[in-house]
């Protein structure tokens, strides 16, 4: 509870009224991406507030909204509440003043503050001066462990690295630790140098420090790479660092993680090809070690798909208890945790449930802010147990967005993930326990005896290896080309497969047609399957499988299978 109590506050006093604040933001154009005054990158939540999150007192545009009853008036929109000679309508991108309530503005960029005389630092705002300059200070970094006489620092930084004119990049750079003693990490700070582009930067832990040396800046994935994927310590927008529980620290140096890998997304929105960054971490660690050796889960859904302009989306995965009576092999405490989503995430809650009934919430952001993140420490850590279930639901909202949204790396893409800091690392023998639609990753890479689908053998038919249900090598043959029409040989074969024990679920079809999809053999046999299908009967399943993403999931997925097989090899 270091860094972060501030935001607790926060959220406490916001909490009677943040629903409303939701609310208030659809009455108004573009209510949802009014930016902050004086920090780029910084959503300005509580539009008609004082306070970046919302709080009791308004600032003048809420009073004006206030008394016009919460209803975008020509009034209203004509007025310039904050004094700055810009109209609100202007400031909010509804210039004419013609916006009503769910309709997209007519320009949703180049938006300004209605409430907020700009710029704030300007003679004629002299009036709001103190209370937008307290909203503009960077939180400070305190952590009382790294006063210890003992704590060393290590400063890891990029060098001055330019940011390549994409909306998302995602770039890396691997550093050696300190050798010369068995240490742990306690506690990392952000050194920030372009605030305009740093989204969000990661701490990877590498599984051995005998590969090729990665000593420059590179692109690279949601993971570092296959040898750095063990997550030590996040930074995101609005934190300052991570200090870690006075139990816990992350085991490196001789006995531990030898090598790290930094990596951080760039957000770059409006293109620009002259900014560069030279951002990086202060990583403070010890040879004074502390009780226990700390681990990160990483649980949430690989799987995403939110329909436009829809006002509510709820997604739920499970990190079923099937699989963490495996892989959680005694009881684990978890000393903090924080939800992920991007820009249309409005909540999240990760629920532990034991033997079907509730227990606690890991975490609960009712009011989730991608800017400003609330890290849940627990000063008395919560226990887990082998056979809990840790769910995971986040909602969504895509009210204003016109196109569908994918799980993805890029900010514009959505992701569901909860990381949670546990300790002791020995007792859980999985870094990642996330789901594909209503499927668990974790019965088809580890613990098939648990796999709920009886008779589907995720190895072969993933692969188009025959078994004893089904023989692949034939129905090529059989159908011939897709492009012809359906035969009587081949329908017959398609009825087979559909009668498959791995066809007959829908997720698990779907799932099967983005895995085939991404080699040529199996494009041609989902492309045969739905044109066989589409001319005796209607298609059994909608999927979105020749959409981008489907590859982009694919990738991923791979990913997670060698994530799966590395920490297995460990
Ligand atoms: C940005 O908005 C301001 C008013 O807020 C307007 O005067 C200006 O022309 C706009 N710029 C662009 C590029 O749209
Ligand atoms: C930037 O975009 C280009 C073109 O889409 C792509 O080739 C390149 O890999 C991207 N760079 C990064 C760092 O993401
Ligand atoms: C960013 O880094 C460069 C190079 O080290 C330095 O000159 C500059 O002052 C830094 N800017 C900030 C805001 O830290
Ligand atoms: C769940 O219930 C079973 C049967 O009552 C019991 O043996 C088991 O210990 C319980 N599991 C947990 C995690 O409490
Ligand atoms: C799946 O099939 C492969 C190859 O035939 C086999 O090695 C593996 O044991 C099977 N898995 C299960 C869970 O039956
Ligand atoms: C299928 O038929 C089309 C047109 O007749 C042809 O261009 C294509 O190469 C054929 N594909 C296969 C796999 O035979
Ligand atoms: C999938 O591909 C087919 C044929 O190329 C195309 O007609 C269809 O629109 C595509 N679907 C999607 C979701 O992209």
Known sequence: MYTFRLWFVLLITVLDSVDSYGYYREAIPNGESVPHPCKSNYIWKGVGHRLVEGGKSRNPFGMDFAAAEHKWTAELCNKDSDGDGITNGQELGDPDCVWSKDQIPSRTVNLSHPGVCEPWTDF???????????????????????????????EIRFPITPVPSNETSYICM???????????????????????????????????????????????????????????????????????????????????????????????????????????????????????????????????????????VEDTSECPGSCTKHFITDKVYVVSAFNHMHYLGRSQQIQVFRNGTKIIDITNDVEYNYDSPVIHNQENPIELLPGDTLSTTCTFSSKNKAATTYFGDATSDEMCFGFITYYPRQNVMLDFCTSWKSLAFCHIA????????????????????????????????????????????????????????????????????TRWNYDPVGRELVQLLTTCYLQTTESPTTTDVNSSNGIHQMRILILIFVMFSIKLSC
């Open 124 to 154: 004629k705002c002299k009036d709001q001066l103190n209370w937008v300059a307290s909203t503009c200070e960077f939180e400070k970094f305190t952590c009382p462990g790294i006063n210890d006489v003992e704590v060393k620092q290590k």
């Open 174 to 312: 691997e550093f050696d630790l300190d050798t010369s003693d068995d240490f742990h990490l306690i506690a990392t700070e952000a050194l920030v140098n372009n605030s305009n582009v740093m989204h969000h930067a990661v701490l990877f832990g590498c599984a051995s420090d005998d590969h090729d040396i990665k000593d420059t800046p590179h692109q690279c994935g949601m993971v570092a790479s296959d040898e750095c994927q063990q997550i030590m310590s996040i930074w995101v927008l609005g934190s300052a660092g991570q200090c870690f529980h006075d139990k816990v620290g992350f085991r490196i140096g001789n006995q531990g993680i030898k090598r790290v890998a930094l990596q951080f997304h760039w957000n770059n929105p409006t293109l620009r090809n002259d900014y560069v960054d030279s951002s990086g971490m202060i990583l403070y660690y010890t040879a004074k070690k502390r009780e226990n050796d700390a681990g990160v889960l990483t649980i949430g859904a690989q799987y995403l798909h939110i329909p436009p302009f829809t006002t509510r």
């Open 446 to 513: 580890e613990y098939p005896e648990e796999n709920p689908f009886k008779g589907c053998n995720f190895t072969t038919f993933g692969t188009l290896k025959d078994d004893e249900n089904f023989k692949f090598t034939q129905i090529i043959p059989s159908c011939g080309n897709s492009s012809q029409v359906c035969s009587s040989e081949c329908k017959s074969y398609v009825d087979t497969m559909f009668a498959h024990p791995c066809m007959v679920n829908n997720d698990l079809r779907d799932y099967f047609y």
